[in-house]
């Protein structure tokens, strides 16, 4: 059974630094690729960072968020500095087979997911 358990969520000021990991079970890792969404209150569930062949970011959150994984501890990471109140939501890491067609961009391109940790920005 594949599990994605987030953690590392809080209350943090505007300006502050949060990391949030992903720890995977029941998947081969490395096989995989990751992604992390989020979703505020009354908002779709939006893209934030894919680590696929490359890395890529939301333009909200570029130069701020950094993805890293680590195989050999079956976690993904994502180091999120400069934040703001505009980045409070539940955030939500998922896994995609490795080679599949689709955009990763959207939810659907993603096979598993966690079950979100909140992140909440005060101004």
């Known amino acids: 059974q594949v599990q994605l358990v987030e953690s590392g969520g809080g209350l943090v000021q505007s300006g502050g630094s949060l990391r949030l990991s992903c720890a ?3 998947l081969t890792f490395s096989r995989y690729d990751m992604g992390w969404f989020r979703q505020a209150p009354g908002k779709e569930r939006e893209f934030v960072v894919g680590s696929i062949s490359n ?3 939301a333009d909200s959150v570029k130069g701020r968020f950094t993805i890293s994984k680590d ?7 994502l180091q999120m500095n400069s934040l ?12 995609a087979r490795r080679y599949k067609s689709g955009n990763f961009y959207y939810r659907g391109y993603y096979d598993y997911w966690g079950q979100g ?3 909440t920005v005060s101004s």
């Not at 195989?71 to 990471?77: C, E, F, H, L, R």
């Not at 980045?87 to 896994?95: E, N, W």
């Open 55 to 57: 890395t890529y970011y």
């Open 71 to 77: 195989n050999a501890k079956n976690t993904v990471y």
């Open 117 to 119: 940790t909140q992140v």
């Open 84 to 95: 703001k109140p505009e980045d409070t939501a539940v955030y939500y890491c998922a896994a």
């Open 24 to 26: 995977a079970s029941g």
